[in-house]
């Protein structure tokens, strides 16, 4: 199971900080975590995503520099900082876990139910 939080309504330029606990039953023998998000009527898309080691992470190009991925294994726990918000940052934010990391949705196996992000 992985459950997301820290989602919620901000001003354009506004900070959040969203965090994933993963159930570690769940993503045993996954390599990978990441986060997805979905705004309204678009497909969901892939925007970070991390190795369970800590070793590799990737930011897709159009959010670098203001989205950062990171994860507390101790904790099980994975987070996405979101800084110089922007609406077109709106929709709802999910992480997920899988084999291996990509930007593909369907390469992921497991999934929370989203935390929703509003920027206006």
């Known amino acids: 199971q992985l459950v997301e939080s820290g989602g919620g309504s901000v001003q354009t330029g506004g900070s959040l900080r969203l965090s994933c606990v993963a159930d570690g039953q769940q993503i045993w023998g996954h390599l990978c975590m990441a986060w997805f998000r979905q705004a309204p009527g678009n497909e969901r898309e892939g925007v970070a995503g991390i190795t369970m080691d800590g070793a590799t992470s990737y930011v897709v190009d159009n959010l670098k520099g203001r989205f950062t991925i990171s994860r507390d294994n101790a904790a099980n726990t994975l987070y996405l900082q979101m800084n110089n918000l922007k609406p077109e940052d709106t929709g709802m934010y999910y992480c997920?876990?899988?084999?291996?990391?990509?930007?593909?949705?369907?390469?992921?196996?497991?999934w929370g139910q989203g935390t929703q992000v509003t920027v206006s």
């Open positions: 997920a876990s899988g084999p291996r990391c990509t930007v593909v949705e369907k390469d992921y196996k497991n």
